[in-house]
């Protein structure tokens, strides 16, 4: 999609604004997400960061591969000709291609932190079967041949990854995908979304609450840089959260106990 840029109306160009934060937001957002699908994963699944996905769950009998999009702007990163977005099909039809996914077992989700949508992805979410997605897969063709019924090439940030989706020996890969793709859509202020999702999976007493969520979230992001700093994937598998929510728990009740219980100081000297 062009954009017509207005030269007068940009803005001067200076080392502050050439930082971009959405990169580190991007991380922390996969770390939150690993700590969402702890809360709701079977109790076998393991969790991992940047193994197969942004965000992976393994549990024996499936897999989900998680792609989590960061936009801190008005740009829309699954708009119909978003690289963001097709990007990402692409790198999953690569992998069932090449086995690293199974084509049975792998459920598709891609999370975005802006309240975004497009024809193609909601087209994508509404298929639950192996018809819908067949009528989503011309849908999305359609979306770029003109009316001869030849492929209309796209911008080359984008031609390539259409071309190998709608190609006719990766069609059953685009299937799959369609009818197993999910768009969550977790909009603004995910960190207090998640902090409602903790409170209530967790049943934690209200006055700890925070204090545990705060230090499982340090917990997690310690964990990964650890497994980074020695070479080992990160992942968290669902049975040792649990174990350190657990005694996480207990350790906050503990000293919120010796705090209640220490007397009050006098003013003898």
């Known amino acids: 999609m062009s954009e017509v840029i207005n030269v007068a109306d940009e803005k001067e160009v200076t080392i502050a604004n ?25 109790i076998d699944s393991v969790v991992s960061v940047e193994k ?11 897999k989900i591969a998680i792609q989590t999009k960061s936009a801190l702007s008005d740009r829309n990163p699954v708009s119909d000709r978003a690289v963001d977005l097709w990007k990402t099909l ?15 077992s792998t459920l598709f989700t891609l999370v975005i932190n802006i309240n975004k949508s497009g024809n193609i992805v909601t087209w994508l979410s509404q298929a639950r079967d192996e018809k819908e997605a067949e009528v989503v897969y011309e849908k999305i063709r359609g979306e770029f041949t003109g009316e001869d019924g030849k492929y209309i090439k796209q911008s080359d940030s984008i031609n390539n990854y259409i071309v190998t989706f709608l190609a006719d020996e990766n069609k059953k890969y685009a299937l799959h995908i369609i009818e197993k793709f999910t768009l969550a859509i977790i909009g603004e202020g995910h960190t207090n979304k998640l902090y409602g999702e903790f409170r209530a999976k967790t049943y934690l007493p209200s006055d ?8 499982m979230l340090g ?12 070479g080992q994937v990160m992942q968290i598998a669902k049975k040792s959260f ?4 657990i005694l996480t728990q207990t350790l906050v009740n503990q000293n919120k106990a010796l705090v209640e219980l220490a007397p009050s100081p006098t003013k003898k000297k």
């Open 219 to 230: 917990w997690i992001d310690k964990t990964t840089a650890l497994q980074i700093e020695s």
């Open 208 to 215: 700890i609450q925070q204090l545990v969520f705060d230090k």
């Open 242 to 245: 649990n174990k350190e929510l």
């Open 52 to 62: 197969f996905d942004d965000v992976g769950v393994e549990n024996g009998n499936e």
């Open 18 to 42: 050439t930082h971009v934060p959405d990169k580190l937001y991007g991380y922390g957002l996969q770390v939150r997400q690993l700590l969402y699908e702890l809360l709701n994963c079977e």
């Open 90 to 104: 692409y790198n999953w039809l690569l992998a069932l291609k090449e086995s690293e996914l199974p084509l049975d």
